[in-house]
């Protein structure tokens, strides 16, 4: 009868640190897979902040371009409607100073 309760106690001794063993191991796999997680998700922050500056610059780039794009046009206009107008504004300097100097004498 005892060799059989020693052999019990043995069995139970034998079973309580494999379930320790296998919670042990159960926690490091935890542990782990939850450091994994946090490098995961601060890998994906890290490519849509990269991603959103890259957006950002592109963006502003373009505006700028487009600003510059504008300015040139309009100064550029300018420049043109006072070539399309230069015959009416020769005739128009040619009437005022004919009528100074033909007032004048």
């Known amino acids: 009868m005892k060799e059989i309760v020693r052999q019990i106690m043995e069995t139970e001794n034998e079973v309580r640190e494999r379930v320790e063993q296998a919670r042990a191991e159960a926690q490091k796999i935890v ?36 600003r510059a794009r504008q300015i040139g046009a309009v100064e550029g206009g300018g420049a043109e409607l006072l070539a399309g107008k230069s015959a009416e504004i020769e005739k128009a300097a040619a009437a005022v100073l004919e009528i100074v100097t033909g007032a004048g004498e």
Do not use: F, K, Y
Not at 31 to 48: K, L, M, N, Y
């Open 31 to 66: 542990r782990d897979a939850e450091t994994r997680v946090r490098e995961i998700i601060e890998t994906g922050r890290q490519e849509a902040i990269r991603e959103s500056q890259e957006l950002v610059a592109r963006q502003r780039q373009e505006a700028e371009q487009e």
